[in-house]
């Protein structure tokens, strides 16, 4: 059995992630964290796998990678981020991480990556190998793709949904009709291209509005 670890300060993520790996016998998540405070207070030694994001509310996972590879030295660390960033990716890896994962990856990627780092292979996706690669060359990387502007009412609205409020409890929060949400509602789903709450969530990851 891997006995893995998530680090994400949104539950909405390690929740997809335990449904995402639910049906892999030979994975258990034993520990999963918010933070980065409750993670180094807590940590259990026999984490085989550390998923980890870069992005936390008190401090960063590339200091922190650091930080816990020093105190488990056997640990294997991927990143899981929306940044794209060739900094981050080369500051993480420095750090110690063994792998690097975007939020949109699906189960087979995220299962092989975690079997990877796990026998001592570092993982990189195809896209994150060629933007090491066009660095080393000196080229720069394209400009990711379109990335919609949203209101700051429509990031409020959002950031509610991916809370998983419903409607009646966003326009409750933030003292709007419901039909005034319902309307922010469908021009997010517009703008993002998607259909559902559940592509909306999928997609405001994969373009870092959260």
Do not use: W
Not at 36 to 45: A, I, S, Y
Not at 57 to 73: M, S, V, W
Not at 101 to 125: H, Y
Not at 174 to 201: C, D, P, Y
Request: charged share 25%.
């Amino acid at each position: 059995m891997i006995e893995i670890a998530i680090t994400d300060d949104h539950t909405i993520v390690i929740e997809g992630i335990r449904t995402m790996l639910k049906a892999e016998k030979e994975i258990s998540i034993i520990q999963s964290f918010t933070n980065v405070k409750d993670m180094m207070n807590g940590f259990d030694k026999n984490v085989q796998v550390l998923l980890l994001d870069i992005n936390l509310p008190d401090g960063n996972g590339i200091t922190a990678c650091k930080e816990l590879l020093q105190l488990f030295p056997e640990l294997k660390i991927i990143a899981l981020t929306n940044f794209e960033d060739i900094s981050f990716i080369k500051q993480i890896i420095k750090n110690g991480a063994m792998g690097y994962l975007l939020k949109n990856t699906d189960r087979k990627e995220m299962v092989t990556a975690i079997k990877t780092v796990l026998s001592g292979e570092r993982f990189l996706p195809q896209k994150i190998q060629q933007m090491l690669l066009n660095d080393s060359l000196g080229k720069t990387a394209p400009s990711s793709y379109f990335i919609p502007k949203l209101t700051s009412r429509e990031k409020e609205i959002l950031d509610l949904i991916i809370k998983e409020y419903t409607t009646e409890e966003i326009a409750a929060t933030i003292f709007l009709s419901v039909k005034t949400v319902e309307s922010h509602r469908s021009n997010l789903f517009q703008k993002l291209g998607v259909k559902n709450s559940a592509g909306l969530v999928r997609v405001a990851f994969e373009k870092g509005f959260v």
